[in-house]
């Protein structure tokens, strides 16, 4: 892939400086790949960050809500309040399986009950300190739900940027490509081996490239046989248009996951479909040398 036939050709330096356009192509293509490398990686941890975030508050929430819940459920029985028992009857099960909205609802019921009646809860273990830790957590995960969205917004700048640099090494081959027909009769040993480099490129021969998982969007759970299909985008060149008609497509297994071993650098359009779930269609970057994660969480029809 990129990284093999970058190290490849530096290794006949003394072949390839002679070659018109050469050397100047060679230091263009090394460049853009290592800014392809450190711009993949950014985009990686920076979705990751901003998903783990949302995640550790929804649990502390959902964890907080569901023992206010119990608490209030104990002050009702003992005062009969029957409209406040029923208000705050859902379980931690019940919040984890609700939308991400809804475990703000449910924690903002129970907050405001326990408002109205906090003179009266001390002996139930909720007072104002309580509340306020509440109602911060409340607060910080209704920022955190948004989140995620405008993080793939701002991705797709960094899309845009990362489907550019892979055109320019692309482009940086092909005239290094040109310039070795040069020595094609004259350094036969060379030629063979500097096309062998090449297809591994083409191939997308090396390791473990894409993986993930595929859940069911409003409880979590993995989904078995749901089938992802990456076509490469094209850019416009015919070569690279040849390989996108021929997507590459895997069903994930029991658990909901998948993995892919070889796909060549650039972008790609991922299309992922289950019966009985809306398709969902996302653009990610594979990078050489770097495994790229996509977990995807779809909704049901």
Do not use: C, H, W
């Amino acid at each position: 892939m990129y990284l093999t036939f970058r190290d490849f050709q530096v290794t006949y330096n003394a072949i390839t400086d002679a070659l018109p356009n050469y050397s100047s192509s060679s230091a263009i293509f090394a460049d853009t790949i290592l800014q392809i490398q450190n711009i993949a990686e950014l985009q990686k941890l920076s979705k990751k960050g901003v998903t783990e975030n949302k995640k550790q508050l929804r649990e502390t929430l959902i964890v907080m809500t569901a023992d206010y819940a119990r608490k209030l459920t104990a002050f009702a029985k003992f005062t009969n309040n029957t409209i406040l028992e029923q208000e705050v009857k859902f379980s931690e099960g019940k919040l984890r399986q609700v939308p991400d909205t809804a475990v703000k609802d449910y924690a903002q019921i129970v907050y405001d009950s326990a408002q109205t009646n906090l003179a009266e809860l001390k002996p139930y273990g909720i007072e104002a300190g309580n509340q306020t830790q509440l109602l911060a957590i409340i607060n910080s995960y209704n920022d955190s739900i948004g989140k995620p969205g405008v993080s793939r917004t701002e991705g797709s700048q960094t899309t845009r940027q990362l489907k550019s640099l892979f055109k320019t090494a692309d482009s940086a081959l092909v005239t290094m490509d040109v310039a070795v027909e040069i020595v094609r009769l004259s350094q036969p040993a060379f030629y063979d081996s500097y096309k062998d480099a090449r297809k591994i490129i083409e191939r997308g021969i090396g390791s473990l490239a894409v993986k993930g998982f595929v859940t069911e969007a409003s409880t979590g759970e993995p989904i078995k046989g749901a089938t992802l299909s990456f076509a490469l985008d094209s850019n416009g060149d015919s070569n690279s248009a040849i390989l996108a008609m021929s997507a590459v497509v895997k069903k994930t297994a029991i658990k909901g996951g998948y993995n892919i071993k070889s796909l060549p650098a650039g972008m790609y359009n991922v299309t992922i479909k289950k019966t009985g779930y809306v398709d969902q269609m996302v653009k990610i970057a594979v990078a050489d040398g770097d495994l790229t994660e996509l977990n995807i969480s779809l909704s049901k029809n």
